[in-house]
Nanobody
Framework: HVQLVESGGGSVQAGGSLRLSCSAS???????MAWFRQFPGQGREAVAS???????VYDDSVKGRFTVSRFHDRKVLYLQMNSLKPEDSAMYFC?????????????????WGQGTQVTVS
């Protein structure tokens, strides 16, 4: 079991930046970890992921603006968000799965954080 706790959300003006952090309760270096977001009334959609092997994947809507990374001890996952747009406003969730490979569906992930709100105006 892995417990995940997100932080770093908040309100920012369009064009600004935020960095989200996800702290894991144990080492997850061989696990896929990902960031999802959820708009009101919709399901969770994948934003960015990093596999157990270190490969990163981004949704087209955030490519070139967001960067996902793991801290060297592999217990913290970051999402650096630059050039934020109002359409990025959503609840952002950190997720992890026991496998090395990542998949874009939220059903593939076993562990979730509580979410952190990002609002861009």
């Amino acid at each position: 079991h892995v417990q995940l706790v997100e932080s770093g959300g908040g309100s920012v003006q369009a064009g600004g930046s935020l960095r989200l952090s996800c702290s894991a309760s144990r080492y997850t270096s061989t696990h896929c970890m990902a960031w999802f977001r959820q708009f009101p009334g919709q399901g969770r959609e994948a934003v960015a992921s990093v596999s157990g092997g270190g490969a990163t994947v981004y949704d087209d809507s955030v490519k070139g603006r967001f960067t996902v990374s793991r801290f060297h001890d592999r217990k913290v996952l970051y999402l650096q968000m630059n050039s934020l747009k109002p359409e990025d406003s959503a609840m952002y969730f950190c997720a992890a799965r026991s496998g090395v490979a990542c998949y874009p569906s939220d059903t593939a992930f076993e562990w979730w954080g509580q979410g952190t709100q990002v609002t861009v105006s």
